[in-house]
């Protein structure tokens, strides 16, 4: 006796249905993983821009107290020819904190090369005080006047900035003008500054990316690196153009 079982429809339709359940069980972990992954990779970029932002509002000053230290390599390299090494040190009275770190690593490092004698320190009392911060506010007139009064300096070492080479003031210029050393936002005036040898190196924002130092490396060096570089006549080919 032979036996006939009849399949329905609806149980075909149940079977297709089953088979397309299962394959989208077996899809679903690889998706959540896919999704986990992603969410880890977006949440440290998240909270690695978190701690940059945390670390600025809470004024993380190393990287200027390395500028500082920087501005004092630098100007033991453009005086290694000189006998004498008498320098005058450029900032403002009542500095932010900015800026006093950038005065104080200076001031450390200095400690560190008996050979360099620190002259005078000018502090300027801006008439504008929001003028004056780290890399900006030295004009032309103020700068002649300091190269004047200190001819018999080596080396002028600014914390607020380079004076516009196109001003009248400079043009007028008849005296040299000792070895100038700064840390300056103006990174376009430089290419001119060099050319006419008023300034032999300089502290600017970073440009040239990737930073050498690893993110995760620390120390005054690694800090300085990463938010700024030196320029000497050396670099000023690379320097972006305005």
Known sequence: MTFRTSVTPTQLRSDGDFNMNQNQTD???????????????????????AYQWVQHQRGDVRPHLGAGEML????????????????VLVTVQSPGPELKAQEDGFLKKLKQYPELQLKEIIRIDPEDARKYSPGTGLSARRFARIV???????????????PDPKDPAMLQLTNKVPRFVAVTRDRDELPALFAKKWIRAAVVPRYDFPAPAADDARGLRAAFDRYFQVVTTNEVASLPKP
């Open 27 to 49: 899809a679903a972990p690889k998706n959540t993983a896919r999704l986990l992954g992603a969410g880890m990779l977006a949440l440290l970029a998240i909270a690695a821009l």
């Open 148 to 162: 004047e009064n200190n001819l018999k300096a080596e080396a002028i070492v600014s914390l607020v900035g380079t």
């Open 72 to 87: 004092v390599e630098q100007t033991v390299q453009v005086l290694q020819s000189k006998e004498k090494k008498r320098i």
